[in-house]
Every structure is written in C-alpha cells, then in structure tokens.
C-alpha cells in the first residue's frame, strides 16, 4: 500500500515539482489548489499525511490546519514563504508535525515526509493504547472503562483533544484554540479548570487511576499505556 499524500498549493509549479518526486519515492498524490475542498475530500479519502502551503487563494494554511484538527489528527508539513510564517508555524503550537520552507528540495521534502510517517504511523501500538476510552462524536460522547462520562462542552473537546493523540503534550494555548470557539490566551487558567474537573470525573469512575498527566509549565497529556 503506497502512502497517500495529500499536496494543497496553488502554485502549479511547484505542485508538479512535489508531485513528480513524490511518486518517484513511491508516494501516491493528491492534489488540490485551494484549501477549503479538503474537508469534503478527508470525508472520502483515507489521507496519510498532507503538505499545505500557508499562502492560499481561500483560507490561510493556519486556519485550515486548525479547521482540520477539529476532526483530524494525519500529521501535516506546511509550506511556508517566509520567516515570520515559521515564527507561527512553531510558536502557535497549532499541530504542525513540520514545515519546509520555500525555496526546497523536493528530496529534503521527501525525507522529511518519511521522517513524519514513521514517527506517526504506528497503528499496532496506538490502537491499544486507547482502550480506556471511547469516543462517540456523532453523540459528543466519550465513554471510561465503558462508562459514559458526564461532561460539559469544553470538557468534551479537551479530552477528545487528549484522546486524539495519546502521549502528545498540549500546551494550554494549544488546547485554548483547538477546544474553545473563540480562544482567549488570558483565559489560560480556564483550560487548568476544565481539566481538573474532567479528572474529578473520571476518578469518581476509576478513583486509582489519574489518565492525564500534567507537564509542569508547559500543559497537558494523556497517559499512552492506558
Ligand atoms: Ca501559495
């Protein structure tokens, strides 16, 4: 089975640049001009990982990395152009799992998607390790060692968040704009809140256990051999 690699750039040049090399390294390609198509295309399309340039005729590559986390967790390379583009990639902490920056080579960016795939493709390993819960989103529900748990809306979305990618370290900027609507970097104590309170309620389930481990300073992950 090839990887699917998903190209969003608007540029036809350099689409075709990554396009030819990628399919030489044994990639099979997508590719898409604009961003917004990809939400419908992520419905139908079992994508591996995509490479998304920052500079795009509809939506800021940023914006649609976010609007894709919502739902998916396929690791992302961006394309940037520019220096400050970098400072944000990496700053923001938005779920980037790397960036190339312009101009490249298309084997440096075919490294680096190898790079990204090993480190992220480890089915045999991240299926277990999220036995104690599961999740229902067509009910917004999420279940522990098969009790459902009682949670309010940004609850929810945090622990889905944590669910998603068991062993990752959120910052609480990060799950600030990934879990709240309108995101507030002066609300950082609220994420602090939320998640005590989520941890109250899955003790009251499983008083031994403590799912959630916090990272003194920097924020929050999940526990990965649950
Ligand atoms: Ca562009």
């Not at 920056?101 to 075919?110: A, D, M, N, W």
């Not at 390993?125 to 067509?138: I, K, Y």
């Not at 031994?208 to 999940?222: Q, V």
């Amino acid at each position: 089975m090839k990887p699917k690699i998903l190209i969003i750039e608007d540029e036809p040049a350099i689409t075709e640049t990554i396009r030819y090399a990628l399919e030489t390294d044994g990639f099979e390609t997508h590719c898409l001009s604009s961003g917004m198509p990809v939400i419908s295309l992520l419905a139908k399309e079992a994508i591996d990982l995509i490479i998304l340039d920052i500079g795009l005729p509809d939506i800021n590559g940023l914006e649609l990395c976010k609007e894709i986390r919502k739902a998916h967790t396929l690791p992302i390379i961006f394309l940037t152009a520019r220096a400050d583009e970098v400072d944000r990639v990496v700053g923001l902490e938005i779920g980037a799992d790397d960036y190339v920056v312009k101009p490249f080579s298309p084997r440096e960016l075919s490294a680096r998607i190898k790079a990204v795939l090993r480190r992220t493709q480890q089915p045999a390993v991240a299926a277990p390790s999220n036995q104690a819960f599961q999740l229902d989103e067509s009910k917004r529900q999420i279940s522990y060692f098969g009790t459902p748990v009682e949670l309010s809306r940004y609850e929810y979305n945090l622990l889905k968040i944590l669910i998603h990618r068991p062993g990752q370290v959120y910052s609480r900027d990060q799950l600030m704009e990934l879990a709240w609507d309108e995101p507030d970097a002066s609300m950082d104590r609220t994420v602090d809140a939320h998640v005590k309170n989520i941890r109250s309620k899955l003790k009251t389930i499983k008083p031994e256990i403590d799912p959630i481990i916090t990272h003194r300073g920097i924020g929050y992950a999940l526990k990965e051999d649950l």
